[in-house]
């Protein structure tokens, strides 16, 4: 399974990247996050594995999330025109996902985030679930950018929510 959701975050491309680069900021806006710890590296480096567990409901999921891919390396100052890309490798029991988040500058004071995930799944109750269920990921992923959207530009935190 893959799809792409975008969203347009009115603030410059180098403010929206220090914000989803701080590990200390995630549980303002990653909704259901109950833990993100490195098993080694540093958090947003190429390689660093970490555990990571959510919660949706009463479900917990946990995984290891794997940084494949951080373009620049450098993000403290990013020229303009520069693609920024973070990528990821998440595998828990029966799952597999790639993310590939691409930010990109529409204007001096706009930012357009892209993510494209992938999903594959090792046994056929899952492969069924994900025939069924397919849309309510993308609705997550577009709630989660939603989230970090608010986060960003209201300094709205999702743990402050009542729903």
């Known amino acids: ?21 701080d590990l200390t900021l995630v549980p303002k806006w990653l909704r259901g996050l109950v833990l ?13 594995r970490s555990r990571v567990v959510l919660r949706t409901g009463q479900q917990e999921l946990e995984a290891v999330e794997t ?22 490798e998440i595998v828990a029991q029966g799952m597999w996902s790639a993310g590939r988040e691409r930010l990109t500058e529409a204007g001096p004071e706009t930012t357009v ?6 999903y594959r799944f090792s046994s056929l109750p899952m492969r069924l679930m994900a025939l069924f269920m397919g849309a309510s ?26 729903d």
Do not use: C
């Open 1 to 21: 399974m893959k799809y792409t959701v975008t969203i347009e975050i009115a603030l410059p491309l180098q403010k929206v990247v220090q914000l989803l680069a």
């Open 36 to 48: 993100h710890e490195p098993l080694n590296g540093m958090h947003g480096e190429v390689g660093t």
């Open 67 to 88: 940084i494949t891919r951080r373009e620049p390396a450098n993000l403290q100052e990013i020229p303009s025109g520069t693609v920024v890309r973070f990528e990821r």
């Open 113 to 118: 985030w892209a993510s494209e995930n992938e």
């Open 137 to 162: 990921f993308r609705k997550q992923s577009l709630l989660h950018m939603r989230d970090f959207k608010a986060f960003a530009e209201q300094g709205t935190d999702v743990r402050d929510a009542t």
